[in-house]
C-alpha cells in the first residue's frame, strides 16, 4: 500500500474542508481547541535549537514588508509549534487549518493596521514561554493570539460565516 505523503494529506484535508463549506468560525474554533494545548506540549519538549528557529521565524514575521509574506510566516510559526510539541497528528492537523485561515489573515493584515505588531508581540511570548519550558504560559499566549485573529477579522469587516476558499 502507498501512503501519501504529508503535503498532499494536508492539501487533501484543506481541499475537503473547503470544499464542506466550513465557515471562518468553524476553523477559527478548531484553532482555539488545538493551538493552545500544541503550544503548551512545545513548551513541554521543545529543545533550545527549537526555540532558536521559532525566535528567528518571529523575527521573519516583524521584518515582513508585505501581508502575503507575513501570512506565510505566520503558518510557519504554528506548524512550527506543532512540530516541536512532538505529535504528528498535532502537525497533520494544524496544517490544514492555517492553510485555510491563510487568506483571512492576509485581508485582516491589509485591513487592520496594527494586526503585523499584535502577531509579533504574541509569537514573542509563546517563543519565550516554549524556551523556557513554561507549557501554562504558552498555552495562555497561544489562547491569545488565536482569539485576537478573530478580534482582528471583525475588525477587518469581516463576516465571521463567511466560507473559506477552495485552495489552489
Known amino acids: 500500500m502507498i501512503r501519501p505523503g504529508s503535503a498532499e494529506t494536508v492539501s487533501r484535508v484543506s481541499r475537503a474542508l473547503a470544499l464542506d463549506e466550513v465557515t471562518f ?8 481547541a488545538i493551538a493552545p494545548r500544541t503550544a503548551a506540549l512545545a513548551a513541554e519538549r521543545a529543545h533550545d535549537a527549537g526555540a ?6 518571529v523575527a521573519r514575521v516583524e521584518g515582513a ?17 506543532a512540530e516541536l510539541a512532538g505529535n504528528r497528528v498535532l502537525v497533520m ?3 490544514p487549518l492555517t ?3 491563510a487568506p483571512s489573515l492576509r485581508r485582516m493584515i491589509d ?6 505588531a499584535r502577531i509579533v508581540v504574541a509569537e514573542r511570548c509563546i517563543a519565550e514561554a ?14 491569545r493570539h488565536v482569539q485576537d485573529f478573530r478580534r482582528g477579522y471583525e475588525l477587518a469587516g469581516m463576516a465571521l460565516g463567511t466560507r473559506v476558499a477552495v485552495p489552489a
Open 25 to 32: 468560525i468553524e476553523l477559527w474554533e478548531a484553532m482555539l
Open 52 to 57: 532558536t528557529r521559532l525566535d528567528e521565524v
Open 65 to 81: 514588508r508585505s501581508a502575503d509574506a507575513a501570512v506565510g510566516l505566520v503558518v510557519e510559526f504554528f506548524g512550527l509549534v
Open 93 to 95: 492537523s494544524t496544517q
Open 99 to 101: 492553510r485555510l485561515l
Open 111 to 116: 485591513r487592520v493596521p496594527q494586526a503585523q
Open 130 to 143: 516554549v524556551r523556557r519550558g513554561k507549557p501554562a504560559e504558552a498555552e495562555t499566549w497561544m489562547t
